[in-house]
T-cell receptor, first 114, second 113 residues
């Protein structure tokens, strides 16, 4: 176990709705990254938060947004849900040091959009 | 930009035989390379990482990988497969100061009894 937790485990929404996913980072980590994993594919980088600010973003529209809190936990918000948003959403935490940090993943939230 | 290509979408081995998962990378800068494993309905677990130290990297559960710059490869091996190795394996690349991970498409490993 990595110590990274995510909630909820599963979620079902309908098109047009909004959703908030939550992530608690591993103790001692200061950076949170979010990834989307569609069925049968590798995870795709959504964005990363460091010191409560967005620090890099993948090819996702602005309706995907996030927050990082002072305790380094994080939220991913998705507005105006579309059917293609159905996926496993993974959160990863890491300790930002010089160079590349190693990311440790939570179990994910399975989002189904109907 | 950086990317990885996993050369096999599916690998099937018999229990007790060697496992080889092939990965080629592309990167404009010196890369860091990782292998992650994902068991059904689970999150991603780090198997091993290469970050410009020794080119032969040993990981958990008997896995190891070798970084070959001349071939731009980072293949994952295990001498003897176990039933519990059945899972999805991802080769991943990142570069210094660009902290996102770029994943390959994955290789599904099945282990026959």
């Amino acid at each position: 176990e990595t110590g990274v937790t995510q909630s909820p485990t599963h979620l079902i929404k309908t098109r047009g709705q909004q959703v908030t996913l939550r992530c608690s980072s591993q103790s001692g980590h200061n950076t949170v990254s979010w990834y989307q994993q569609a069925l049968g594919q590798g995870p795709q980088f959504i964005f990363q938060y460091y010191r409560e600010e967005e620090n890099g973003r993948g090819n996702f529209p602005p309706r995907f947004s996030g927050l990082q809190f002072p305790n380094y936990s994080s939220e991913l918000n998705v507005n105006a849900l579309e059917l293609d948003d159905s996926a496993l959403y993974l959160c990863a935490s890491s300790l930002r040091l010089a160079g590349t940090d190693t990311q440790y993943f939570g179990p994910g939230t399975r989002l189904t959009v109907l | 930009a950086q990317s990885v290509t996993q050369l096999d979408s599916h690998v099937s081995v018999s229990e007790g035989t060697p496992v080889l998962l092939r990965c080629n990378y592309s990167s404009s800068y010196s890369p860091s390379l990782f292998w992650y494993v994902q068991h059904p309905n689970k999150g991603l677990q780090l198997l091993l990482k290469y970050t410009s130290a020794a080119t032969l990297v040993k990981g958990i559960n008997g896995f190891e990988a070798e970084f070959k710059k001349s071939e731009t490869s980072f293949h994952l091996t295990k001498p003897s497969a176990h039933m519990s190795d059945a899972a999805e394996y991802f080769c991943v690349v990142s570069v210094k100061n660009d902290y996102k991970l770029s994943f390959g498409a994955g290789t599904t490993v099945t282990v026959r009894a």
